[in-house]
DNA sequence: CGCTATAAATGGAACGTTCCAATAAATCAA
DNA sequence: TTGATTTATTGGAACGTTCCATTTATAGCG
């Protein structure tokens, strides 16, 4: 059953005796066309179960259709919603979102870029691996085309970037330890080549100075961002001699695996020891105990991201305003007071 | 900054001193190339920041070197972890796997089809959305662009399924329920307009047929196929006069959504209702408690049907073997004894 | 030296669209 | 009727590659 060779415009056009052009221009819903001509173009298409070749369009259209999401980590639940904010916007455009993953390592983020290049794309929104070389999207720049980074960003870059107010969040999250009254605190997971970690751990540090909490009573510890990560931070954080009682971590991925690290011991987050997340991924509320995190409207995010680039595209400029999304603490069951302190609050 | 017009192969052919024929050949890594003009023109390439049009070069060609992965649910982190499987084969093979979710939903899975076959995908590798109409690939097919599906079929097609022996691990999962000594067992999530629905009920029924559990002790319940799916589920089993006391669910999803409805309830999966789950998705092992689970080899199904792709594409066939993935239960803490049976075996 | 064999490089015709300029047909005004 | 205007349709030249058939340069051999 192999098809014969493809067919072509041409090809319906001698089956619905018109000219190429003609059928060009009913593909393209052209109102020049009559319509009962247009609906004889279009039953031929039927019958002949021609597909359009959109890469032979493209050689002679200014731009394509299709924009690149590239992602570093499709795992993480976190980017799987931003990815779908985003498409709810494109698919309403009529424009198609490929999604590649870069599963966090530069060199095989150098060749989704390439290909996305190669085919064609008319915009790209990326999330930057870590340790991403500085020129990697030089030449993406200078083709023209439109790029927009999400959550992440690259140290002094001028392309536009979409993400979450990552130092207010963390200073909220930060003093509403404190004002629960502990006084040794973590900063867990993450690390300092990227620019969000020294976004988020900067506002932990300012709200431990403006409340009071000395230096020798914080604890960083850098660390892979999942769960496994999460786990090893909180092992480092109980083998020092004065132990944190509560900490903020990088992401939700890295608090889960706090969580989880704490039950191994026997103790509970919450009561025995404080937990803030950072993201608040739909599992957050669903967790055991329901995790305390930094909520930065995640959709919203992608919907923001999807509609700069929508727009650079349109005015076809390569430049935008960055976007710093509002962000909120949720407060649940995992950070609960110090309980050898009497400062902490009720709720 | 915006660049000028693109540089195409003839730009970088007038660069570099030589012919466009040339430039192509060195493109290709042809060895027809005395390597000192190959450098030359490499050079060229680089200097005029180049960059290959692919679209053009699939006019001439006879195929491309992307494939289609068409996903039902990307927030699912199963088809994630599936998804990470499959790259790993294609970037070694030198295809680009494009991702695009559909959202469970079979309109939205037109369009990426449709666009996936313009933009003149090698191949598709398909997960199809519910509710998917028997005719949405027939003339995917007639072109003769290979076809994959993975864990889920369309009920007569036949394109070739790589998916886990989801009726043995169902009967796996409520065999071991029963040894436990359950004796009301539930099967929850999931509609029988799914195959696998059916193939995991039947594996199910099958068990309790074979170790007398009369039908008036089986609860059925369908239902939405995640978390929120799984707390409904417990509430209407709950809502009859003899509840049961365990439930296979249908995918681990729809399990943590039960466990956190017992939780609601001041339950404790395990202790009092025993769950089990499929898929034995990362982050089963990692929930408290635990969930038992019936694990499918994820990782290796994503390889495995990356390869069958590749080798139809090569064979530039549109036929392949079915592959039917081993299965195997693991017991974790969330399926404990019926507490009223004698008859429920230690471990 | 001339001749052939091999190696390296090249021109030109596709590939399947779009879009402009041109044509053909239909309508209208005078 | 004739010419002007509008409405539908059409040919042909791009677009940026590949690949075949050639051409040109280089080497090998007697």
Redesign the interface.
């Known amino acids: 059953?192999?098809?014969r060779a493809?067919a072509t415009i041409l090809d319906i056009a001698r089956e619905a005796g018109v000219s190429k052009s003609t059928v060009s221009l009913v593909l393209q819903g052209s109102g020049l066309i009559r319509p009962e001509t247009a609906t004889k173009v279009r039953k031929a298409i039927e019958d002949v179960?021609y597909?359009?070749?959109?890469?032979?369009a493209?050689?002679r259209k200014a731009h394509s259709?299709?924009i690149g999401m590239v992602i570093n980590d499709?795992?993480n639940?976190f980017f799987?919603?931003l990815?779908?904010g985003m498409?709810r916007v494109f698919?309403a455009a009529g424009v198609?979102?490929?999604?590649?993953?870069t599963?966090e390592n530069p060199v095989?983020q150098e060749?989704?870029l390439k290909?996305l290049?190669?085919?064609?794309v008319a915009g790209l929104i990326v999330s930057p691996a870590r340790g991403t070389s500085p020129g990697t999207f030089r030449?993406i720049?200078?083709?023209?085309v439109p790029i927009v980074f999400t959550m992440r960003r690259l140290p002094d870059s001028r392309i536009p970037v979409i993400a979450p107010d990552n130092h207010r969040g963390a200073v909220l999250a930060a003093e509403h330890l404190i004002r629960r009254g502990h006084r040794r605190l973590a900063f867990f997971g993450g690390s300092s080549d990227l620019v969000v970690y020294q976004e988020r751990l900067g506002g932990f540090l300012e709200a431990c100075e403006t409340l009071g909490i000395p230096a020798p009573d914080r604890l960083i510890v850098e660390g892979e961002t999942n769960?496994k990560g999460g786990m090893a931070c909180l092992e480092t954080a109980f083998a020092v001699p004065q132990p944190p009682t509560a900490a903020l971590c990088f992401n939700d991925a890295v608090a889960?695996g706090v969580m989880?690290a704490l039950?191994k011991r026997g103790l509970e987050a919450g009561a025995d020891f404080a937990v803030v997340g950072f993201d608040d991924v739909?599992e957050a509320e669903?967790y055991?105990p329901a995790l305390t995190s930094v909520a930065v409207d995640t959709a919203g995010l992608g919907e923001r991201a999807a509609h700069v680039m929508l727009k650079m595209i349109q005015s076809?400029?390569?430049r935008a305003e960055n976007h710093i999304g509002a962000v909120s603490l949720v407060v649940r069951e995992s950070s609960g007071p110090d309980r050898n302190s009497q400062v902490g609050d009720a709720a």
Not at 51 to 56: D, H, M, P, S, T
Not at 117 to 120: H, L, P, T, V, Y
């Open positions: 059953m192999a098809s493809k179960g597909v359009y070749n959109r890469g032979a493209n050689l259709n299709v499709l795992t639940p799987a919603e990815a779908v498409e698919q198609v979102p490929f999604i590649a993953n599963a095989r060749e989704v290909s290049m190669e085919q064609g030449r720049e200078t083709a023209g769960r889960f989880l039950r739909a669903h055991s076809r400029t390569t």
